[in-house]
C-alpha cells in the first residue's frame, strides 16, 4: 500500500525570533568538535527557538552568506528534529560530522568514511516515504568532499553505513551479516538524514571517522585516541571548508 505524504498536526516552523540561515549549514554530532570548528570559524551563537535541544553558531555576515554551525546530535530523532528547522530556516545544503565504529578490518580508529548510503535500524526514517528510493547522500556533495580529502592528502573510504538506535544491541551475529554486505561501518544519525533530505528536497552530505572498532567482535573503542582526533579535526576543517567554500561561490552568482 503506497504511503501518503500527509503533513503532520504538529510542524516545523520558523518561530518568531528564529535567525535566518544561509544555503550552507554544518550539522556537528559530537560536541567537543562542535566546540572546536565553532572557535576556528570565529562564529557566534545565536539564541533561537530550540536552543535547549541544541546550539546555533553562524559566522560574521559579511559580502557573502553566513555560514551556520549548529549541534551536538545525540540519535536519529534527535538528529532530524534539528535538521527539520534548519530546512525550514533556510538550509539548503546540509553537512554532517560524526563518529561511527567500524566493521571492516581496513578501517582503523580515525580513519575517515563518506557514507553515499544507509541500512537504517532506527524509528524515525519510517515516517518520511521516500517510496523505493534507499538512503543516500547527495552524489554532487560528495564529489566535492572527496576531491578535497584527495587534495589534502587524506585517505579515506566511501560506501554503505549501518545506522541503529540500540547501541546495547549490536550483536555479533548482525556484525558478521552488514560485514558480508560490505558495510563500513555503524552509527545512529546519518540513514534518518539521508531519508529526511530525499523527502525535503534538499542536498545532504558528510563525513564519519572511525571511532571505535568492532570487526572482529569485540568493541575497542578509540576516544582518547590521538588518531581519533586528528581525524576528527582533518575531516571537520574538511567540512568546514568545502561548505564555506559553496556558500561563497552561491553568493558570487547571485
Known amino acids: 500500500m503506497k504511503q501518503e505524504r ?6 516545523p516552523i520558523k518561530a ?4 535566518p540561515v544561509g544555503p550552507d549549514v554544518l550539522m556537528v554530532i559530537i560536541p ?18 530550540q536552543t535547549r535541544l541544541y546550539r546555533l553558531y553562524q559566522t560574521e555576515r559579511g559580502d557573502h552568506e553566513p555560514l551556520t554551525l549548529c549541534g551536538p546530535f545525540l540519535g536519529a530523532p534527535h538528529a532530524v528534529m534539528g535538521m527539520e528547522k534548519l530546512i525550514v530556516l533556510g538550509a539548503k545544503r546540509i553537512w554532517v560530522l560524526g563518529w561511527c565504529g567500524s566493521l571492516q578490518p581496513d578501517l582503523p580508529i580515525g580513519h575517515i568514511v563518506v557514507p553515499t548510503g544507509a541500512v537504517s535500524e532506527e524509528g524515525t526514517s519510517a515516517h518520511y516515504p521516500i517510496g523505493a528510493q534507499s538512503p543516500e547522500s547527495d552524489e554532487t556533495l560528495n564529489q ?17 553505513v549501518w545506522t541503529t538506535d540500540a547501541i546495547y544491541r549490536e ?13 563500513l561501518g ?10 529526511l533530505a530525499l523527502y525535503r ?26 588518531r581519533l582526533k586528528k581525524g576528527s579535526r582533518a575531516a571537520g576543517q574538511t567540512l568546514l571548508d568545502v561548505a564555506a567554500s559553496c556558500s561563497r561561490v552561491m553568493t558570487s552568482k547571485r
Open 171 to 183: 550483536t555479533v551475529s548482525k556484525v558478521k551479516a552488514y560485514q558480508a554486505r560490505g558495510i
Open 32 to 49: 567537543y568538535e562542535l566546540t572546536y570548528l565553532v572557535q576556528t570559524a570565529k562564529a557566534k551563537e545565536v539564541p533561537f527557538s
Open 144 to 160: 566535492m568532499l572527496e576531491e578535497e580529502l584527495e587534495r589534502r592528502g587524506l585517505p579515506f573510504s566511501k560506501g554503505v
Open 201 to 226: 528536497a534538499v542536498s545532504m552530505a558528510g563525513l564519519l571517522v572511525v571511532s571505535d572498532e568492532l570487526f572482529d567482535f569485540k568493541w575497542r573503542h578509540g576516544f582518547s585516541n590521538p
Open 16 to 19: 518568531a525570533g528564529d535567525p
Open 186 to 195: 555503524v552509527e545512529m544519525e546519518i540513514s534518518a538524514l539521508m531519508t
Open 6 to 11: 500527509e503533513a503532520g498536526i504538529i510542524r
